[in-house]
Each structure stands twice: as structure tokens, then as C-alpha cells.
């Protein structure tokens, strides 16, 4: 039994094209799994906790698909990754505190016609990236219907318009 998944998967750096082929069928099912077990939260919110999960799934995978790290190893470590996502996220649902040091909080950029220059500097968000949003989420390159911008703790600005 062995010897055949060792003849289907390889091992190793020298894998050829239906070796590599089945091990990346093989890795995108594992994948879709492991983003069933960490929850629809890591692939739907993109915040930076949960791109964290993105990037290091899709690293760590790859190495399994070339053969430049062993499959189960690596399989081993993006359940860990998965796993300890989880702990996180639901570690962030029972304490106010640990959330807004995983995730971070909100801030407000532009409030009453002036924009909050402490919360920008803070966010490395500038004047123009604000304005940007406004005419994207307006249809209007003025701020007078603008009652508030929050840069949102995943990176988009929100626009919250005057009560008419």
C-alpha cells in the first residue's frame, strides 16, 4: 500500500507533473476542510487576524503540493495554524480586552466637518484616502453630507451620511 502512494504522490523534490498534479487535488480538499474547521470567519471578515490564516495556510500548503517540505508534516502544521485561529477567534468572543488587542478597534477620522488629525497620523490614513472614499461611497466629492469616516479595524473606511 505504501509503495503505491509513494508511486502516486512521490516524495521528496523529485516529483514529476501527475505526482505534483494529485498531491495539489489532494492539498485543495485538505484546504477546503481546514477552512471548514477554522470557520467561515477566517475567509469572510479580512482582517488582519484572520488574512494572518490566508497567507500562512496558503505558504505552508504550497511546500506540501512541490515536495519541499513532507506532505504530512505539513498538513500537520496548517491543522496547527487552523486550530490556533479558532482559540483565538473564540478567546476574542469572551473577552473585550483580548479582542482589541488581536483585532484592534475603530477609529474616527473625520467627525463634524473636521478631520481628526491624531486618529490619521495614528492610521497612517491621509486626508486624500478619506476624500477617495467619500466620492466612492457618495457619488460626491463633497464632505458636507458627511457626518463621520471610521477606518474600520479591516482597513476600509466607512462613511456615515448626514441625517437628512
Given at each position: 500500500?505504501?509503495?503505491?502512494?509513494?508511486?502516486?504522490?512521490?516524495?521528496?523534490?523529485?516529483?514529476?507533473?501527475?505526482?505534483?498534479?494529485?498531491?495539489?487535488?489532494?492539498?485543495?480538499?485538505?484546504?477546503?476542510?481546514?477552512?471548514?474547521?477554522?470557520?467561515?470567519?477566517?475567509?469572510?471578515?479580512?482582517?488582519?487576524?484572520?488574512?494572518?490564516?490566508?497567507?500562512?495556510?496558503?505558504?505552508?500548503?504550497?511546500?506540501?503540493?512541490?515536495?519541499?517540505s513532507p506532505f504530512i508534516a505539513t498538513v500537520g502544521a496548517s491543522?496547527?495554524?487552523?486550530?490556533?485561529?479558532?482559540?483565538?477567534?473564540?478567546?476574542?468572543?469572551?473577552?473585550?480586552?483580548?479582542?482589541?488587542?488581536?483585532?484592534?478597534?475603530?477609529?474616527?477620522v473625520y467627525s463634524d466637518g473636521k478631520f481628526n488629525a491624531r486618529?490619521?497620523?495614528?492610521?497612517?490614513?491621509?486626508?486624500?484616502?478619506?476624500e477617495e472614499t467619500v466620492r466612492q461611497e457618495t457619488g460626491s466629492?463633497?464632505?458636507?453630507?458627511?457626518?463621520?469616516?471610521?477606518?474600520?479595524?479591516?482597513?476600509?473606511?466607512?462613511?456615515?451620511?448626514?441625517?437628512?
Amino acid at each position: 500500500m505504501m509503495d503505491v502512494i509513494y508511486v502516486l504522490f512521490g516524495q521528496g523534490h523529485t516529483l514529476d507533473p501527475l505526482q505534483m498534479g494529485l498531491r495539489a487535488i489532494a492539498i485543495f480538499v485538505i484546504a477546503l476542510v481546514l477552512i471548514r474547521v477554522s470557520g467561515r470567519r477566517s475567509f469572510g471578515q479580512r482582517s488582519p487576524f484572520d488574512s494572518v490564516v490566508v497567507i500562512l495556510l496558503g505558504a505552508t500548503l504550497s511546500r506540501a503540493i512541490i515536495g519541499a517540505s513532507p506532505f504530512i508534516a505539513t498538513v500537520g502544521a496548517s491543522f496547527l495554524i487552523v486550530l490556533c485561529h479558532r482559540m483565538l477567534a473564540w478567546a476574542c468572543m469572551r473577552s473585550r480586552r483580548f479582542e482589541l488587542l488581536v483585532g484592534g478597534s475603530e477609529r474616527e477620522v473625520y467627525s463634524d466637518g473636521k478631520f481628526n488629525a491624531r486618529e490619521m497620523h495614528a492610521a497612517l490614513v491621509t486626508r486624500t484616502d478619506i476624500e477617495e472614499t467619500v466620492r466612492q461611497e457618495t457619488g460626491s466629492r463633497s464632505l458636507e453630507n458627511v457626518a463621520a469616516a471610521i477606518l474600520e479595524r479591516n482597513g476600509e473606511i466607512s462613511v456615515i451620511r448626514k441625517q437628512a
